[in-house]
């Protein structure tokens, strides 16, 4: 399976290297409190969300997430 900021969270968190990836630029985000609410929606669809931002999800951010998870293969 490939992987991008179009893949769901739950795509996301079920690879350990997909995980590892989103933990690196946003630490703690595979144990938010929140994200039983947001496993269905891809990070795309996250990064809209002003809980996103104010977390230091920017579209820099998001693109160099999308870069190192396409590269997984």
Same mark, same amino acid.
């Given at each position: 399976?490939? !992987?991008?900021? /179009?893949?769901?969270?739950?795509?996301?968190?079920?690879? #350990?290297?997909?995980?590892?990836?989103? #933990?690196? /630029?946003? &630490?703690? $985000?595979?144990?938010? &409190?929140?994200? &039983?609410?947001?496993?269905?929606?891809?990070?795309q669809?996250?990064? !809209? !969300?002003? #809980? $996103?931002?104010?977390?230091?999800?920017?579209? #820099?951010?998001?693109? @160099?997430?999308?870069?190192?998870?396409? @590269?997984?293969?």
């Amino acid at each position: 399976m490939s !992987y991008s900021i /179009h893949s769901t969270l739950q795509d996301i968190l079920s690879n #350990e290297q997909a995980k590892a990836v989103l #933990e690196k /630029h946003m &630490p703690g $985000a595979s144990s938010h &409190p929140d994200l &039983p609410m947001a496993m269905h929606l891809t990070l795309q669809q996250i990064s !809209y !969300y002003p #809980e $996103a931002v104010d977390a230091g999800l920017s579209q #820099e951010k998001l693109q @160099a997430i999308d870069a190192e998870l396409k @590269a997984l293969g």
